[in-house]
């Protein structure tokens, strides 16, 4: 098999499908740069926002919610389904694609149907147990399917033989050392360089209670000498802090540059989106996981193999108050000793070589 000459990527709706599908372009231009990369995307997504900055080519074609139940949208679905495939296939024709790999999301199943119809190789990247309806579809017409996680092939029926390939991530983060980058990050933040820090990132929705607990718990960890770098999520109402505080307790909307919150920090507290677990299991970072709880449980599975491991603890929302975090927070990240134990282990069951692992199995995929 020669150098791949045009890949399709496909995955759009959240930063789930999104940054694996950046990491991965980025990875195969560093190996090639000319290689043609063209994304699918659907006009509403999120990848309008993430992928045009990037450099990569986004071609927006219609995509439809798939329903999960027999209802009338089912009935009308074939026929929107086929139109949303035409799109694709013009696009795949077009770049003359050798590979399409999809990462998710309702604008992956055109991809698929495009790619299946043209006996085209194809990918599909999984990062939930179970997985997510788009690539449940997209794996009946393919057995390329690689996931993030070493526990999701003994978790679910449709990946039992996938190929753990670990989840593709930034450069700016698979080659972050904390360590070195501490006192900038924190300086960067306006953080003090000899007091601890816990970063808290909830996501960009659902995390509410995540911000409700811990400026509930603000005054007590400030007066135990804890700093906070707290990522409220753009689309949350913004919760009141105490303004009289003895350190510093710094209040974002939105964090771009992920990797300089986690170098700041000694502790973080986070859900349990597949992103954040291969993220900071990656880096060693010690993490307190608050798992979405609407929804199927996969937030909890993502991250009980790495509590499991010793790299964090798991609180379910519901359990999650001020007086949780100050009796779980403030003995944790004054114990220097426990967080190195704890970011050590994280990193042992974290990877940081997902992007190239998973070129390894595409090219693989397109030589079969």
Not at 237 to 256: A, F, G, K, R
Not at 324 to 349: K, N
């Amino acid at each position: 098999m020669g150098p791949l000459r045009s890949v399709v990527l496909a995955g759009g709706g959240t930063g789930g499908h999104i940054y694996p599908l950046l990491a991965f372009a980025d990875c195969l231009r560093r190996h090639d740069p000319g290689v043609r990369i063209t994304c699918l995307g659907t006009p509403k997504g999120m990848e309008n926002e993430l992928i045009p900055p990037h450099g990569y080519d986004l071609r927006q074609i219609p995509a439809y919610q798939l329903p999960r139940s027999v209802n009338m949208n089912l009935v009308r679905t074939p026929g929107r389904m086929w139109t949303a495939a035409r799109a694709a296939g013009k696009v795949i024709d077009e770049v003359r694609a050798d590979v399409v790999v999809g990462f998710g999301g309702y604008v992956s199943v055109p991809a698929y149907l495009a790619a299946w119809r043209r006996e085209l190789p194809m990918v599909i990247h999984e990062v939930n147990v179970p997985p997510g309806v788009a690539n449940r579809l997209g794996m009946k017409f393919t057995k390329n399917i690689a996931v993030g996680f070493p526990h999701q092939p003994s978790q679910a029926e449709a990946l039992r033989h996938a190929t753990v390939v670990g989840v593709p991530l930034r450069r700016s983060i698979a080659s972050l050392d904390r360590h070195a980058l501490r006192d900038a990050a924190r300086a960067h933040f306006g953080l003090r360089p000899d007091l601890p820090v816990l970063f808290v990132a909830g996501g960009s929705s659902g995390a509410r209670s995540v911000n409700l607990a811990v400026s509930g718990a603000a005054k007590e960890l400030a007066r135990n000498g804890v700093q906070v770098l707290h990522v409220m999520g753009a689309r949350n109402e913004p919760v009141p802090i105490p303004t009289d505080l003895p350190v510093p307790y710094v209040t974002l909307p939105y964090l771009s540059d992920m990797e300089l919150g986690y170098a700041a920090a000694d502790l973080m507290l986070a859900r349990g989106g597949a992103m954040t677990v291969a993220e900071v299991a990656a880096i060693g970072l010690p993490t307190i996981f608050v798992p979405y709880p609407h929804s199927n449980q996969e937030q909890k599975r993502n991250a009980l193999p790495v509590v499991e491991a010793g790299g964090g603890l798991l609180v379910d929302d519901a359990e999650l108050t001020p007086d949780w975090l100050e009796r779980a927070v403030i003995p944790l990240i004054r114990d220097p000793q426990r967080l190195y134990t704890m970011g050590a282990a994280a990193s042992a069951y974290g990877r940081r070589d997902g992007d190239e692992a998973l070129r390894s199995f595409v090219l693989e995929a397109v030589a079969r």
